[in-house]
């Protein structure tokens, strides 16, 4: 080689060749998508990148260097595109910087074989375009963790919770205490000392799936109580175990064997309650006692000292809440959540599963003898009158709106607060009785002696979008110029919270009803208008084609196209069956059973939350039957055995309708996995509890777990991602949560929402903590068992913390 040579990067023109052809059939598949999503009336620029990617690539490919400089030219055009679409959002410029970038480095270091320039220059030029990359991320994950407010100062208020349980030393209701605050008045752990914070011990339930767990439908998501010296909890499949609240050594463990042919979709069990009788000798059998729900459909009774059934209540400590439901197959009809105790009635709902047929199971609200089990009494909405077990010969009446997840209840006005979920079959609703309609999607205050309804407030008309309340509501004292009302706090999935008087439901702040589209398969039935809460919502701007996202220009084109075809005309677009239609918020939220934590003393409500879409279609029944739609549970034999996912699944039948239902929930692309809308797809957020303004909003979840494929990136960018499970406040100002799909239990400073101290659990978090103190000393307790829908791994390790002695 002579020393006037100009070095090459290999020896032949196969390198820039290479380039050309990956240019070339990225730009073919641009153009193709691009002249689609041009003609649906999106954005012309995949059309024209598409060309000039097509241009560049065939030019290189012949080994012409003006190829090289189209390509420049192309990635300078995806760059100023981006910032004049989406402004400095680093989320939303990583398809137009991320992977063009890449490709640009690529195109440089092709120039020395083209005969244009040294190889080190192309080098040197690459390498800037790798660190602008750099800079371009480390910008992104700073935005990200950016607060956008701090806590102004609070005047204090009383500390009000009208449950006769108190939450500090002890941790005795699956929300604290029944008003559901999810709040501690213990302050030992503190923002100056969490950082601290140690595991102080590990205890295994043992309860873990046969074969893979990767395959599982476990998913533990309980909430110990605390109550004197014991601490009490459930595992996945119902096993009732005691520990020590200091140590996490077992005292006692009682398996009601349910069988795995009951599970639902998930094994879960939030949690129990604790029930002592009034003025009985703590000597006598259960005096106090633990109460379960079952995935099978009892409820179990056993003494808190000792574990054993208490043979008082129901057969032997069991009382099946199956009986005058008529046909229930396996499954249909669980118990994943604590029953309510007040005034010595235990009342349950119980779940009932989603999307299977009309005739599902009844949603029959009971009350049980708390000591006896005796039936007090049955809130059958169709049947008002029975009040008990239906006559001889009759059932009570199916498919109506059930409540799967918790009630909270005011002692003292002896009622207790159903968050009531929808009508069997979510997405039509031509067969729904009056009934039916007057008490979906409602909370309802119902007299825990009599059985009756007092009042109820409804957040969605004639719900045909899985928009069940799922979250109990918190009650609070709440301040006003004329004192203090006896109020309580309801969130939704559609993200609206509504603040209301919890003597009448009178709401305390206006609601406002907004007109609605009405098309989709049935428009005459759907309603004009919803209410709209002008308190607070967690619910963002209509979607809009730019909101739509991908790690390429490609992905991002292919939502772009989804979003144009779909059916989408804002909040509540109803469903349709001629093209897909979006839903957002989806049916995990906004606020799912996770619920909201309540600071009464600075009088901060804490929310974290879901920002995903769903991309949803009816199926009409010819359609499903001949694309193999599973069949109804109980009925599997007809599709060769296999129900499919069941429930919230891709797929579910709807039996007993002209349609079946087709949900892709968060909106998810068919090869990588990745979310069609752009990040954050969760959040956690401060408000103001007397005006119903936020105080602070910050992103919620890393994306260490998640990546294309479901790989996980590992990244400790705070994305933001899908969330269960609810966080507790305490008074020393911190708020406890996992809930995100990174594993990873985190303590926030209250008045600001930066994370001081987080720890790597070893499954996923999604559950609700507890908090309470053992000789002086404040523990933190939270269930890492993992869950289906989150995709998070399956576990039975119940971790506890606390600071060093």
């Known amino acids: 080689m002579h020393a006037q040579e100009t070095p090459r990067l290999g020896t032949s023109p196969l390198y820039a060749a290479i380039v050309g052809a990956i240019l070339a059939l990225a730009g073919l598949v641009l153009a193709v998508g691009g002249t689609w999503l041009t003609i649906l009336g999106g954005s012309p620029f995949y059309l024209i990148a598409g060309a000039g990617l097509i241009a560049s690539g065939v030019l290189l490919i012949r080994g012409r260097v003006l190829g090289a400089w189209i390509y420049v030219a192309t990635w300078a055009l995806s760059i100023l595109w981006g910032l004049v679409e989406a402004g400095l959002d680093g989320w939303a410029l990583i398809p137009f910087a991320v992977g063009p970038t890449v490709l640009l480095v690529l195109v440089l270091l092709t120039l020395p074989q083209l005969g244009s320039v040294r190889w080190r220059t192309a080098v040197g030029a690459s390498g800037v375009a790798i660190l602008a990359l750099v800079v371009a991320g480390f910008a992104i994950s700073r935005i990200n963790r950016t607060d956008a407010g701090a806590l102004p100062g609070v005047i204090a208020l009383s500390y009000a919770d009208p449950s006769p349980m108190r939450a500090g030393t002890d941790w005795p209701a699956y929300g604290g205490t029944y008003a559901a605050q999810r709040y501690s008045p213990l302050d030992q752990i503190t923002p100056d000392n969490v950082d601290k914070l140690e595991r102080a011990w590990v205890y295994h339930t043992g309860d873990m799936p046969q074969g893979d767990p990767t395959d599982s439908k ?195 006005l002896g009622l207790v607060y159903l968050p009531m979920g929808n009508s069997a079959v979510d997405y039509w609703s031509g067969s729904r009785s009056p009934q039916e309609n007057a008490f979906s999607t409602s909370l309802v205050a119902i007299d825990v002696n009599t059985g009756k309804p007092r009042w109820r407030f409804q957040t969605v008309r004639r719900d045909v979008w899985d928009y069940d309340l799922g979250a109990q509501a918190t009650l609070v004292d709440f301040p006003s110029a004329q004192g203090s009302v006896p109020a309580l706090i309801l969130p939704s999935k559609q993200g609206d919270i509504y603040v209301l008087d919890r003597r009448t439901g009178r709401p305390l702040f206006p609601v406002q009803e907004r007109a609605v589209p009405r098309t989709g398969v049935e428009p005459q039935l759907r309603s004009p208008t919803q209410p709209f809460s002008s308190y607070h919502t967690l619910a963002f701007p209509a979607l809009e084609e730019s909101d739509m996202w991908g790690m390429s220009p490609i992905d991002q084109m292919i939502c772009r196209i989804q979003f144009k075809w779909a059916a989408y005309d804002g909040p509540y677009t109803p469903p349709t069956a001629d093209r897909r239609f979006v839903q957002y918020p989806g049916y995990n939220g906004g606020t799912d059973w996770g619920g909201i934590a309540v600071d009464p003393v600075r009088g901060v409500i804490v929310a974290n939350y879901n920002d995903m879409p769903n991309y949803n279609r009816l199926v009409p029944r010819e359609e499903a039957e001949r694309r193999g739609f599973p069949a109804p549970r109980g009925q599997e034999s007809a599709r060769g055995g296999d129900m499919g996912e069941g429930g919230h699944g891709s797929k579910d039948p709807q039996a007993g309708t002209p349609y079946a239902i087709a949900v892709n929930p968060g909106w998810r692309l068919p090869l990588t996995g990745l979310l069609c809308k752009r990040p954050p797809y969760g959040g956690i957020r401060a408000i103001d509890m007397r005006t119903g303004k936020t105080i602070w909003d910050r992103p919620f979840g890393a994306a260490r777990r998640n990546g294309p494929w479901g790989i996980p990136s590992m990244l400790p960018v705070n994305i933001g991602t899908p969330n269960n499970g609810g966080a507790v406040v305490t008074a020393g100002g911190v708020i406890f949560i996992a809930a995100a799909t990174d594993n990873l239990i985190r303590a926030i400073d209250i008045r600001t929402g930066k994370t001081l101290w987080q720890d790597a659990l070893p499954a996923g978090g999604q559950a609700t903590p507890s908090v309470y103190e053992v000789n002086g000393k404040q523990y933190l307790v939270i269930m890492a068992g993992g869950h289906h829908f989150m995709e998070t791994p399956i576990g039975d390790a119940l971790v506890a913390y606390a600071l060093p002695d």
Not at 286 to 311: F, H
Not at 367 to 392: K, Q, S, Y
């Open 218 to 412: 476990y998913g533990a998501e309980t909430t110990p109580l605390k109550v004197g010296n014991t601490l009490y909890l459930c595992s996945a499949t119902n096993i009732l175990i005691a520990l020590d609240p200091a140590t996490g050594q077992q005292r006692w463990r009682y398996d009601p064997r349910v069988s795995d042919d009951y599970i639902p979709y998930t094994a879960a069990c939030r949690g129990v309650a604790y029930y002592a009788t009034p003025g009985a000798s703590p000597d006598i059998e259960c005096a106090a006692r633990i109460v379960e729900g079952t995935l099978d459909g009892r409820l179990i009774a056993v003494d808190a000292r000792t574990g054993k059934p208490c043979s008082e209540f129901g057969a032997n400590g069991a009382v099946d809440i199956k009986r005058g439901m008529g046909a229930v197959e396996p499954g249909m009809v669980s118990i994943t959540s604590p029953p309510t105790i007040v005034q010595g009635v235990i009342v349950t709902g119980h779940q009932v599963l989603d999307g299977q047929k009309r005739s599902a199971p009844s949603g029959v609200i009971q009350g049980f003898d708390a000591v006896t089990g005796e039936l007090r009494w049955a809130w059958d909405m169709v049947h008002p009158d029975w009040n008990g077990l239906p006559p001889e010969g009759q059932e009570y009446a199916r498919g109506t709106p059930n409540m799967w997840t918790i009630a909270s209840g005011d002692e003292a």
